[in-house]
Nanobody, 123 residues
Framework: QVQLVESGGGLVQAGGSLRLSCAASGRTFSSYAMGWFRQAPGKERELVAVISSGGSTYYADSVKGRFTISRDNAKNTVYLQMNSLKPEETAVYYC?????????????????WGQGTQVTVSS
């Protein structure tokens, strides 16, 4: 069992930055693929970024060059650095854990989810 707790959300002006953190419980954190997703009101949950257990990363096209996903296995934590934020990126951001990297682009394939953290980008 893995428990995930996100933090770092808040209100930021367009063009600003935020860093989200996701702290995980459990001794097997390093073996999980970790993903960040977001869900805006009335929209489906969408992939933002994924990092494999080995550190390989994948980003949605909409965030490439602006967002960076990273992990610190010693701290059981995954991060999402978000720069040049846009108002349309206002959403609840979730982190999720998956046993294997395969299928990690799809939210329904994830095994564990955090409760989410609100990110609001004002124009």
């Amino acid at each position: 069992q893995v428990q995930l707790v996100e933090s770092g959300g808040g209100l930021v002006q367009a063009g600003g930055s935020l860093r989200l953190s996701c702290a995980a419980s459990g001794r097997t954190f390093s073996s999980y693929a970790m993903g960040w997703f977001r869900q805006a009101p009335g929209k489906e949950r969408e992939l933002v970024a994924v990092i494999s257990s080995g550190g390989s990363t994948y980003y949605a096209d909409s965030v490439k060059g602006r967002f960076t996903i990273s992990r610190d296995n010693a701290k059981n934590t995954v991060y999402l650095q978000m720069n040049s934020l846009k108002p349309e990126e206002t959403a609840v951001y979730y982190c999720a854990a998956k046993v294997s990297y395969s299928g990690s682009y799809y939210p329904e394939r994830y095994d564990y989810w955090g409760q989410g953290t609100q990110v609001t980008v004002s124009s």
